[in-house]
């Protein structure tokens, strides 16, 4: 079955530290996997797409890693400030349907 | 700034009202769609348009009802919603649907804000 699935589904931390989200899916075939950012109430924002010869690419504080052989994800923030404080969302697209499956986000909150 | 725009960004409704939600975008992008989300929830997808065709109704009630007048334009026509139906309706476009190339980066608007009285 097509799923993706996150964890921790919160997460709670103090300004400055960093923090690591995961992303596990079993969606087949694979081509590549978003991380976006969701602030309260707007629209999610891509962050970083990690393609299947992908290992590790880095946006600024953000730091994505690919295993495609696990089929695991994950999401390193260095130095959180408080205005990362939103949802993340995995998102891998379906190659042989038509739409794109989502895992249901890990909230994290940074607080001063 | 988001390319797609959504209006409004807030609608408050009550049951019997007719009311719509309009999404546009002008990135060329030929598939678009409509997610319902829920507070702490993912998006969860409505409908799907490629190439200006429904492509997937994820079995939606016929109260929602979409449209798609042109490749940069995507209505979405409430009628008789329910309480229940309050959340934040969000549009996105993508290069093409998943599966058929491009990059596959959907890009989302702001989202409409619906409360339903």
């Known amino acids: 079955k097509n799923q993706v699935e996150q964890s921790p589904q919160s997460l709670i931390i103090l300004e400055g530290k960093n923090c690591t989200l995961q992303?596990?899916?079993?969606?087949?075939?694979?081509?590549?996997l978003r991380w976006y950012k969701q602030d309260t109430g707007r629209g999610p924002v891509s962050l970083t797409i990690?393609?299947?010869?992908?290992n590790t690419k880095s946006n600024g504080r953000y730091t994505a890693t690919l295993d495609a052989d696990t089929k695991q994800s994950s999401l390193h923030i260095t130095a959180s400030q408080l205005s990362d404080s939103a949802s993340y969302i995995c998102?891998?697209?379906?190659?042989?349907?038509?739409?794109?499956?989502f895992g249901p986000g890990t909230r994290l909150s940074v607080l001063p | 700034d988001t390319e797609v725009t959504q209006t409004p960004k807030h609608l408050v409704m009550g049951m019997t009202n007719k009311k719509s939600l309009k999404c546009e975008q002008h990135?060329?992008?030929?598939?678009m769609y409509w997610y319902k989300q829920k507070a702490k929830k993912p998006p969860e997808l409505m409908f799907v348009?490629?190439?200006?065709?429904?492509?997937i109704n994820e079995s939606v009630p016929s109260r929602f009802s979409p449209e798609c007048p042109n490749s940069s334009l995507l209505n979405l026509h409430l009628h008789a919603l329910q309480p229940e139906d309050s959340a934040l309706y969000l549009c996105?476009?993508?290069?093409?649907?998943?599966?058929?190339?491009?990059?596959?980066?959907?890009?989302f608007g702001e989202g409409s804000r619906l409360t339903v009285l």
């Open positions: 996105a476009s993508s290069q093409q649907r998943a599966g058929t190339g491009g990059s596959g980066e959907l890009f």
């Open positions: 992303c596990n899916y079993t969606v087949s075939p694979f081509s590549n």
């Open positions: 990690m393609t299947f010869s992908e």
């Open positions: 998102v891998v697209p379906r190659l042989n349907g038509q739409n794109f499956v």
């Open positions: 990135m060329g992008h030929r598939a």
């Open positions: 348009y490629s190439y200006e065709k429904l492509s």
